[in-house]
T-cell receptor, first 114, second 108 residues
Framework: KAGVTQTPRYLIKTRGQQVTLSCSPI?????VSWYQQTPGQGLQFLFE???????NKGNFPGRFSGRQFSNSRSEMNVSTLELGDSALYLC?????????????FGEGSRLTVL | DAKTTQPPSMDCAEGRAANLPCNHS???????VYWYRQIHSQGPQYIIH???NNETNEMASLIITEDRKSSTLILPHATLRDTAVYYC?????????FGAGTRLTVKP
């Protein structure tokens, strides 16, 4: 079974631009979560989608948005990029099979904002 | 915000047991305790979870106190490859919020 796939793996943008990151979950998983990881703030929860609906959202400004498609693939978008948005963005997919939540993470998209 | 408290760092000698504590004093009755670890810059990896009873799998053991306010992850024979950041999470289903974790360094 293929794992979680995130694209692109690396990207460089400049301040003020916007970026879209993509995440393909494990087949059969309907929940996709996004996290931002920086050296100073650690691993921070952005939002979680299930069946195309956002169920939870972390404490991030409105510049950070996401969506999920009917095939469970998800995208996140960051508009008006700031230097502080430089981070590793991780996507995780999950299912509740077995009654507990196991997150499967992708390798991440490393964004550098210049 | 994460509901757990962990020491920022710990060392362990290779071959010895690594005992990583976690405080989750505000955990509610239906919230599970999960442990994940992150090696270098890879995505976190699930280790184990529990509700009330102690649990063991091929990777680790999880000891949860009777009042469920704290737990300990035990790596019985730590190896150099166990050097990682270990995260303890007390959450229900889909709201998984990671704290700062414990950076475990296994030394030869």
């Amino acid at each position: 079974k293929a794992g979680v796939t995130q694209t692109p793996r690396y990207l460089i943008k400049t301040r003020g631009q916007q970026v879209t990151l993509s995440c393909s979950p494990i087949s059969g998983h309907r929940s996709v979560s996004w996290y931002q990881q920086t050296p100073g703030q650690g691993l921070q929860f952005l939002f979680e989608y299930f069946s195309e609906t956002q169920r939870n959202k972390g404490n991030f400004p409105g510049r950070f948005s996401g969506r999920q498609f009917s095939n469970s693939r998800s995208e996140m978008n960051v508009s008006t990029l700031e230097l502080g948005d430089s981070a590793l963005y991780l996507c995780a997919s999950s299912s509740l099979a077995g009654g507990f939540l196991e997150l499967f993470f992708g390798e991440g998209s490393r964004l550098t904002v210049l | 915000d994460a509901k757990t408290t962990q020491p920022p760092s710990m060392d362990c000698a290779e071959g010895r047991a690594a005992n990583l504590p976690c405080n989750h004093s505000t955990i509610s009755g239906n919230e599970y305790v999960y442990w994940y670890r992150q090696i270098h810059s890879q995505g976190p990896q699930y280790i184990i979870h529990g509700l009330k009873n102690n649990e063991t799998n091929e990777m680790a053991s999880l000891i949860i106190t009777e009042d469920r306010k704290s737990s300990t992850l035990i790596l019985p024979h730590a190896t150099l490859r166990d050097t990682a950041v270990y995260y303890c999470i007390a959450e229900l289903y889909n709201d998984m919020r990671f704290g700062a974790g414990t950076r475990l360094t296994v030394k030869p």
